[in-house]
């Protein structure tokens, strides 16, 4: 892949290919989106194209989070209100629970392994706490909740950050940014991410030469 370079972000850059100079430039939008994907080493990426120095926050959609919790002495398994606010896809021992078909009751104490009310189905709290019965008490619970993933995107000097997906996963179909959603399939695609490449406190940024251009 062959570069050319077109922006810097400190000081002028002659750009041997068309014999000119630019001034620093505070991004690199690609045919005129600020926003786009390409692929970095057989990788499908995201590239955001924003001021220098600075972190955009990228939500990623949710994924299943799995953990072990121990049931207690009557057999119920208490779990508190998760920080989304959101018990959507909550499942128990691969069961699946409808917290908004749950009945709200007190949680009563538990006297000899037996509450001292009957509770025979799961319920809710008047906090919000989801309590599940009939476990074998203290016996180990799977409890499957998607959780939000959020990503931090820096910005280089140059202005340009890179999404790129985290170990043993991919990127999602969509994202979003504060109040904006993308979908990758609509993304512009570059041919190659640009680069960015420091030296003396400059920052030099690089794009492939075979990008096409808008006026």
Same mark, same amino acid.
């Given at each position: 892949m062959n570069f050319q370079k077109s922006f810097v972000c400190a000081g002028l %850059?002659?750009? !041997?290919?068309?014999? !000119?100079?630019? %001034?620093p430039a505070a991004a690199i939008p690609y045919q005129g989106d600020t926003v786009y994907k390409s692929t970095d080493r057989g990788n499908p990426v995201v590239v955001f194209s924003a001021s220098p120095g600075s972190r955009i926050r990228v939500n990623l959609g949710s994924s299943a989070s799995t953990? @072990?919790?121990? %049931?207690?002495?009557?057999? =119920?398994l208490r779990? &508190?209100?998760? @920080? &989304?606010? !959101?018990? @959507?896809?909550?499942?128990?021992?691969?069961?699946?629970?409808?917290? #908004?078909? +749950?009945?709200?009751?007190? +949680?009563? #104490?538990?006297? &000899?392994?037996?509450?001292? =009310?009957?509770? &025979?189905? /799961?319920?809710?709290t008047p906090a919000g706490q989801i309590i599940v019965v009939g476990k074998t008490p203290n016996s180990a619970v799977s409890i499957e909740l998607p959780q939000p993933t959020v990503a931090t995107v820096s910005v280089n000097g140059c202005g340009f950050g890179v999404l790129r997906a985290r170990t043993g996963s991919t990127l999602p179909a969509t994202f979003s940014t504060d109040s904006t959603s993308y979908t990758m399939t609509a993304l512009k695609s570059a041919s190659a991410p640009p680069l960015c490449r420091t030296a003396g406190g !400059? %920052?030099? @940024?690089?794009?492939?030469? /075979?990008?096409t251009t808008t006026p």
């Open positions: %850059a002659i750009i !041997s290919a068309i014999g !000119s100079s630019l %001034a953990t @072990a919790r121990v %049931a207690g002495a009557c057999g =119920e779990i &508190s209100v998760p @920080a &989304s606010g !959101s018990f @959507a896809g909550l499942k128990v021992d691969g069961t699946a629970i409808d917290a #908004s078909t +749950l009945p709200t009751q007190t +949680l009563p #104490s538990c006297v &000899s392994g037996a509450f001292a =009310e009957t509770r &025979s189905a /799961n319920f809710k !400059s %920052a030099a @940024a690089y794009i492939p030469a /075979n990008w």
